[in-house]
């Protein structure tokens, strides 16, 4: 007994000591939990995110029982999907998408159950309820925070929801300060604009209010933890029928809420193999096209395509110069080859590569203009293209006046001056531009003023959280989808229809609104018919 004793004791000391600090990242403690299944790495995630979790459950559960079932769930759905968290760092942004989700599902459960209870005939009609400016702002909260950017929803998790301070949220998340700083500002300023749009109530002053009152006021009980944590071990080692520490439902809704993940991940990868392959197959005639429609018809085509030095240039340089010198200037394409193919005539002629002393290049082929950089590292190695595509090649030149490159896709310098067929490689024979062909040609410039110009630093971003909301608000609308399939046994028919079958009242979008947290708009629509002007400009 003594000894047992002294084992918990020192227990307790170790989880103190190692993770009651909080100074391990996310990261490092989700690493510990999947590679060894520890217990106390575990434990401290939990306490570290479980008010965040609680906050969430409760504002979407009015009843508190209905949000420690939640709770439970959330971190039972960890126990099984923690290898699908990625980056790591991201443990808090993801268990709160979970949590919410659950709380969700419990709503909708709940809600089934009542109708069972209680006939709809002997109900009378639903009338839209009347909620305060407070009960507003929760209702939208975290419907909002949902659909906000992942690097944007997880600087307000980890700072307004989580109370944590910059140094540590920087910390737990792998940022650097002035990053979290500037998505945090970003982040609540998208989140204080969407909340206005409801009404005057919801200002930024309420907003911060209301995320201060969430960060400090939520405490999880000790109970819940040390219960949570022992169901979780059992629920880790397949023990769900055992009595007492794991309750029915929260298995069932965990073992839901997984199933509904899975299948939300194949059907996500299903649709991305069928977009790239298509896009493949595509890209893949229109460049045997172009080959195709390039080569001579009496050239026979090589398997592959080995570098032919051009005949030397008579005469070296007057003056020697070095390689980062002769490299600038304009270089006409005069032939190329890639996957053991040449490249056609009308593709290469015309196109050009232009170095400039300050480092920066352009190239110009056909309808394509880019924009990038160079960098010789090394003599017969040069790293160039745009910012976020540097290809590492290899040159050489022979005489002054002719320049060979040779480069691949796949960010891996050749070792041959060589394009054989699926090494992915590209290679270019240019000679220097004489005079008065250094200027682009009349079809350049036709060419460079169609092109679109590249958005600036602040619209690229605008477009990108843009698409990351569309991308946010479509992966909840198929959640919703698996919901109401998981509580109704089918999914959404097209149109609901009266009671003798033959008159469509309410389309499909009515059916789902339960499941992306709309009850209340759900409740104003029910009876109104698909055709009502109310229901054609409902926002989902």
Not at 125 to 152: C, V
Not at 383 to 407: H, K, Q, S, V, W
Not at 447 to 460: C, N, S, V, Y
């Amino acid at each position: 007994m003594a000894s047992q004793a002294t084992e918990t004791v020192m227990r307790q000391l170790r989880r103190i000591v190692l993770f009651g600090g909080g100074a391990h990242a996310d990261a490092t403690l989700l690493g510990k939990f999947i590679d060894d299944r520890d217990e106390d790495a575990f434990a401290a995630l939990m306490r570290r995110h479980g008010p965040m979790v609680l906050g969430v459950c409760q504002r979407v559960l009015a009843n508190r029982h209905d949000a420690e079932d939640a709770f439970q769930a959330t971190f039972l759905v960890l126990v099984r999907k923690a290898t699908a968290i990625w980056p790591r760092e991201m443990v808090g942004n993801w268990l709160y998408g979970v949590a919410r989700q659950t709380a969700i599902r419990v709503h909708a459960l709940n809600g089934k159950r009542r109708g069972r209870e209680r006939p709809m005939a002997k109900l009378p009609e639903p009338h839209a309820p009347t909620e305060n400016a407070h009960d507003d702002l929760r209702r939208w909260l975290d419907r909002e925070i949902s659909r906000l950017p992942n690097q944007y929803r997880a600087a307000i998790v980890a700072c307004d929801l989580e109370g944590k301070s910059r140094d540590e949220a920087a910390r737990q998340l792998g940022w650097r300060e002035g990053s979290l700083s500037s998505r945090l500002a970003r982040g609540r300023a998208m989140l204080a604009k969407r909340l206005a749009k409801h009404g005057p109530a919801l200002s930024v002053a309420a907003f911060a209010t209301e995320i201060s009152q969430s960060a400090s006021a939520t405490s999880v009980p000790p109970m819940l933890i040390l219960g949570t944590i022992k169901a979780a071990s059992l629920f880790a080692a397949g023990q769900t029928a055992a009595t007492g520490a794991l309750s029915a439902k929260v298995v069932a809704l965990a073992e839901g809420m997984i199933r509904i993940m899975n299948v939300t991940k194949w059907a996500t990868t299903t649709l991305a193999i069928c977009l790239l392959t298509g896009l493949g197959a595509g890209l893949g005639w229109g460049g045997y096209q172009l080959v195709q429609g390039g080569a001579p018809a009496s050239q026979p085509k090589a398997a592959a395509i080995q570098d032919v030095a051009p005949p030397k240039k008579v005469g070296g340089p007057a003056k020697q110069q070095t390689d980062k010198e002769r490299i600038v200037g304009v270089w006409r394409i005069k032939s190329g080859a890639t996957d053991g193919k040449e490249i056609a005539p009308d593709f290469s002629s015309g196109g050009r590569f232009s170095f400039m002393k300050d480092g920066t290049m352009t190239f110009a082929a056909l309808d394509e203009v880019k924009s990038g950089t160079y960098k010789i590292v090394e003599p017969g190695k040069v790293d160039l293209g745009p910012d976020d595509e540097i290809a590492p090649a290899i040159y050489r030149f022979d005489g002054n006046d002719r320049l060979t490159l040779c480069f691949g896709t796949d960010k891996v310098r050749p070792a041959e001056f060589a394009a054989k067929q699926g090494d992915r490689r590209f290679m270019w024979h240019l000679v220097r531009a004489k005079p008065g062909e250094e200027k682009p040609t009349p079809e350049e410039i036709d060419r460079q003023k169609a092109e679109p110009k590249r958005p600036d630093g602040l619209t690229a971003l605008k477009e990108k959280a843009s698409l990351e909301v569309s991308k946010n608000q479509l992966r909840n609308i198929g959640i919703a989808f698996f919901m109401h399939h998981d509580v109704e046994k089918s999914y959404p028919a097209h149109a609901i229809y009266s009671a003798d079958g033959k008159s469509p009242l309410l389309s499909w979008r009515v059916a789902i609104l339960p499941f992306i947290d709309e009850k209340a708009l759900y409740v104003i629509e029910r009876p109104k018919p698909a055709t009502s002007e109310r229901l054609k400009t409902s926002h989902l």
